[in-house]
């Protein structure tokens, strides 16, 4: 089975705060993908990376950048957290093949106070 | 652009009775049409996809969701519900050339006995 981690379940962070998020899969996927999830607006793309040290913005990057030196690992980082950065945040994955599924982390939930 | 909407935040219904949680979307080209389920505090699980072929898909747990290209619909369906089954169902389409899944706001599914 294909397993997607992420560092942290819940994390509080102060304004202002650097914060890492990070999330690794075992299933040699090319693509990873962060997402936020905010009730009544569903899942929003972040950022997402088609190949080691490659990505691309998604819809609201606005405040945040990746990295990701490792096929496995893709780390999220805000480079100084504002309380509109309180979200859950969902790490996923897929191989590169277009038609395939996305699969997911547990979620981070970040409180930034 | 690709959007997708789900109409119901929520949707009630009793044990055994079917149900019906509702999708449409908007897409370039062909659609590839998904459904993935979230229980509290876990990440998103896929349960089925429409590429091509069968309008009646057929996925986990018992669910089928039904491709309607006229109407841009892709609803998803289950002939008798459980308890076990409520959770946060979300709606998902991805373009045929962008690598991006694009997520409906979610609907919460109450089954009650």
């Known amino acids: 089975d294909v397993k997607v981690t992420q560092s942290s379940r819940y994390l509080v962070k102060r304004t202002g705060e650097k914060v890492f998020l990070e999330c690794v899969q075992d299933m040699d996927h090319e693509n990873m993908f962060w997402y936020r999830q905010d009730p009544g607006l569903g899942l929003r793309l972040i950022y997402f990376?088609?190949?080691?040290?490659?990505?691309e913005k998604g819809d609201i990057p606005e405040g945040y950048s990746v990295s990701r030196e490792k096929k496995e690992r893709f780390s999220l980082i805000l480079e100084s957290a504002s309380t509109n950065q309180t979200s859950m945040y969902l790490c996923a994955s897929n191989i590169g093949q277009l038609l395939e599924t996305q699969y997911f982390g547990p979620g981070t939930r970040l409180l930034v106070l | 652009a690709q959007s997708v909407a789900q109409p119901e935040d929520q949707v009630n219904v009793a044990e055994g009775n079917p149900l019906t949680v509702k999708c449409t979307y908007s897409?370039?080209?062909?659609?590839?049409l998904f459904w993935y389920v979230q229980y509290p505090n876990r990440g998103l699980q896929f349960l089925l996809k429409?590429?091509?072929?069968?309008?009646l898909v057929k996925g986990s747990y018992g669910f089928e969701a039904e491709f309607n290209k006229s109407q841009t619909s892709f609803h998803l369906k289950k002939p008798s519900a459980l308890v076990s089954d409520s959770a946060l169902y979300f709606c998902?389409?991805?373009?045929?050339?962008?690598?991006?899944?694009?997520f409906g706001s979610g609907t919460k599914l109450n089954v009650k006995p």
């Open positions: 429409y590429i091509t072929g069968d309008n």
């Open positions: 998902a389409v991805r373009a045929y050339n962008f690598n991006k899944f694009y």
């Open positions: 897409v370039s080209g062909n659609p590839y």
């Open positions: 990376s088609y190949d080691v040290k490659m990505k």
